[in-house]
């Protein structure tokens, strides 16, 4: 997730270049396009104590965290995202997958700041 932070891009070619393991460049490149694909992978029990971790390292306790709420198309997808704002960057917290096109309703708002609140 730091690799992504530092990078500014979403690109798995660039992620693999600057991950730091000792194999080949194509090994690493297959090996985060199988952890990308991992049915295992759950936002709440993987991804909240990473970026939990992240916010305690980077923010004191009892200042202001800014979260922002955001949807955008991503291919076919239609993305609703929660994130957490730091030196002028978002950092997802929470999404979930629109299932129609177009905005958003205060459900499915709830739906996703629900995790995000507790």
């Not at 730091?2 to 500014?8: E, Y």
């Not at 660039?14 to 393991?21: C, H, K, Q, S």
């Not at 396009?33 to 709440?44: E, M």
């Not at 291919?75 to 957490?84: F, T």
Request: with cysteine.
């Amino acid at each position: 997730m730091w690799s992504l932070q530092n990078q500014k891009q979403v690109r798995i070619e660039r992620l693999a270049a600057t991950l730091p393991l000792p194999i080949q460049q194509n090994s690493r490149r297959r090996h985060i396009q199988r952890f990308l694909t991992l049915n295992a992978l759950s936002v709440v029990l993987l991804w909240f104590p990473i970026i939990e971790a992240i916010i305690n390292q980077h923010f004191k306790v009892g200042s202001q965290l800014t979260i922002a709420m955001d949807k955008t198309q991503w291919r076919e997808n239609n993305v609703l995202m929660v994130s957490v704002i730091y030196q002028k960057r978002a950092w997802p917290i929470y999404w979930c997958l629109l299932g129609k096109d177009g905005s958003s309703n205060l459900e499915e708002q709830q739906k996703v700041l629900r995790p995000v609140i507790r």
